[in-house]
Nanobody
Framework: QVQLVESGGGLVQAGGSLRLSCSAS????????IAWFRQAPGKERDFVAR??????????YYADSVKGRFTISRDNAKNTVYLQMNSLKPEDTAVYYC?????????????????WGQGTQVTVSS
């Protein structure tokens, strides 16, 4: 059973930065693909970024809306994935979820991620 816990959300002004953390259980963490999704009120849960495990050499991929502003990284020794968010905009306001694909898939499809955290709120004021 894989358990994920997000932290680091909060309120920030436009142009500011936040770093989210996703701590995971699981002995094979280094092989998991971990992704971040976000869901704004009344909207679908959308893909933000993902990082593959060791099988695919920690390959990263981003949604166009965050490319160049967000950076995903991982520390396998700490079983943790980070999402560094810079130049935040009001439209980044959402609940951010981390999710795990334990098969190490490179997919960004929400349905292929079976394990989810509880989410952390990010609010960007204008």
């Amino acid at each position: 059973q894989v358990q994920l816990v997000e932290s680091g959300g909060g309120l920030v002004q436009a142009g500011g930065s936040l770093r989210l953390s996703c701590s995971a259980s699981g002995r094979a963490f280094s092989t998991y693909t971990i992704a971040w999704f976000r869901q704004a009120p009344g909207k679908e849960r959308d893909f933000v970024a993902r990082i593959t495990g060791s099988t695919w050499s920690s390959n990263t991929y981003y949604a166009d809306s965050v490319k160049g502003r967000f950076t995903i990284s991982r520390d396998n020794a700490k079983n943790t994935v980070y999402l560094q968010m810079n130049s935040l905009k009001p439209e980044d306001t959402a609940v951010y979820y981390c999710a795990a694909n334990i098969r190490g898939s490179t997919s960004t499809q929400r349905s292929l991620y079976a394990h989810w955290g509880q989410g952390t709120q990010v609010t960007v004021s204008s």
